[in-house]
């Protein structure tokens, strides 16, 4: 029996560690958390919150090192690894990068900040350097121009934790082939390099660097570019040549600003995000359309990973739903509990008795079993419900519901199967 340690954070370590549940039944599993890991979910999910929601021994660093059998996977972990303390040589990182590229820090930044079309993600060896261990798999990453460091971010979760899985089974059975990195082109990067604490637009340059400013340091749960004491989200090129000095403004609205660079004009769309839900709940939708011009806002969420489209289908605005369905709303998108918006369009149903959005959703393919970061689906809560009998018979079926009694002895529900 060998022991598979998962050391890290977010999404990526949380989905590596539900898969070798599911996967490596006759191992052990055992996690090491990151120091900032509190056991809350939030815009990413927390490793120790489902480490102990599926019973898994969380151990300290040194805790592992003299685990003789011992399969360790750095996943986005804070701290630095020394080989030498280890019993075991099976020390394995995922690099959000293609290597020998961007070794070290601010991996989802630089690239856009440097103006490249693509970069990717390493599964590697740990060896005594930073991220200079041999390769076992690696995978490129398109960089888009609309991308921010936030939605690049993304991508390389989703593939990182793809490349951990495609490669875990050789790893756990020690038959991975591995190559070293080659020392031309390699290039790290510091903690230090950036200082986002003090980050604010830098308007003596070109359109084409204030754009890729924009794009690079957009990364919303953290922070926005900020200018003028305003935040921005996104940065439009213009065809005008630009004929004053670089900052000056040209025009300057509730959604956007135009201003002056080195050789275009730049239109700079504000961060309005909080005034695009306080028009969508009034339903005051002709503004709430004006202010949600920016492709970075039509997907936006809040601290409570909360979008124009959830806000949208809570308050049962239906012309908003479909307008933001039109300009690119994520239909799949879920809050930082999980909860999908089926899930918010059952509490509006519930609320009201108005189904109409519940149903159109259905029928756009809202998965309806999917279930919430707390293992529920909305079947679940609907039989919770006392107020089950007001649910449209349609509804029910949709849900597979069981038909529900109330059982004035129990002072409960009674499920009975229609079988």
Same mark, same amino acid.
């Given at each position: 029996? /060998?022991?598979?340690?998962?050391? $890290? ?39 120790? #919150?489902?480490?102990?929601?599926? +019973? ?6 040194? &805790?592992?090192? $003299? ?49 490249? =079309? ?10 005594? $350097?930073?991220?200079?261990? &041999?390769?076992? +798999? ?31 089974? +050789?790893? !756990? ?6 190559? /070293?990195?080659?020392?031309?082109? @390699? ?25 890729? %400013? ?8 953290? %922070? ?69 011009? @920016?492709? %970075? ?56 008795? =108005? #189904? ?10 809202? =998965? ?11 079947? =679940? ?9 007001? !649910? ?28």
């Amino acid at each position: 029996m /060998k022991t598979i340690c998962i050391a $890290g954070k977010n999404n990526i370590a949380v989905d590596v560690l539900l898969y070798c549940i599911n996967t490596y039944k006759d191992d052990e599993i055992v996690v090491v958390c990151n120091k900032n890991d509190l056991g809350e979910n939030g815009w990413q999910r927390s490793l120790l #919150w489902h480490a102990r929601k599926h +019973d898994i021994r969380v151990l300290k660093l040194n &805790e592992v090192y $003299g685990i003789e059998d011992l399969v360790f996977l750095s996943v986005e972990f804070d701290r630095i690894i020394r080989p030498k303390r280890f019993s075991s040589a099976r020390l394995f990182n995922i690099h959000f990068s293609f290597l020998p590229l961007y070794k070290g820090c601010h991996t989802s930044v630089l690239p856009i900040l440097h103006g490249r =079309d693509k970069t990717g993600v390493t599964f590697h060896r740990i060896d005594s $350097g930073i991220d200079t261990g &041999e390769i076992i +798999d690696q995978e490129e990453v398109k960089i888009y121009s609309s991308d921010t460091s936030y939605d690049l971010y993304k991508k390389l979760i989703s593939v990182g934790t793809k490349l951990i899985i495609k490669n875990l089974s +050789d790893v !756990i059975r020690g038959t991975e082939q591995s190559w /070293k990195q080659e020392s031309h082109g @390699s290039t790290y990067y510091s903690i230090n390099e950036i200082k986002y604490s003090e980050l604010c637009l830098d308007i003596n340059a070109t359109a084409y660097q204030i754009q890729n %400013q924009i794009r690079a340091f957009s990364f919303r749960p953290y %922070q926005l570019l900020v200018w003028n004491k305003k935040r921005y989200v996104e940065c439009e090129i213009l065809e005008n040549r630009s004929v004053w000095r670089p900052g000056t403004i040209l025009e300057d609205t509730e959604v956007y600003t135009v201003i002056v660079s080195i050789d275009y004009d730049v239109k700079l769309y504000k961060d309005v995000l909080l005034e695009i839900f306080s028009a969508i709940e009034k339903k005051e939708n002709s503004r709430a359309k004006k202010l949600c011009v @920016s492709r %970075q806002l039509v997907n936006a969420q809040d601290r409570h990973g909360r979008s124009p489209l959830t806000v949208a289908v809570y308050s049962g605005n239906i012309e908003m739903v479909e307008y933001l369905l039109q300009c690119g709303a994520d239909i799949c998108v879920k809050d930082w509990n999980g909860s999908t918006l089926l899930m918010y369009a059952k509490d509006y149903g519930m609320n009201t008795g =108005d #189904w109409s959005l519940f149903r159109m959703l259905a029928e756009l393919g809202v =998965d309806i079993n999917e279930k919430d970061y707390a293992g529920l689906s909305l079947a =679940d809560y609907i039989s919770e419900l006392e107020k089950i009998d007001s !649910i449209p018979d349609d509804i029910k079926k949709m849900l597979n519901l069981w038909e529900a009694r109330f059982d004035k002895e129990s002072s409960g529900f009674m499920i009975e199967s229609e079988m």
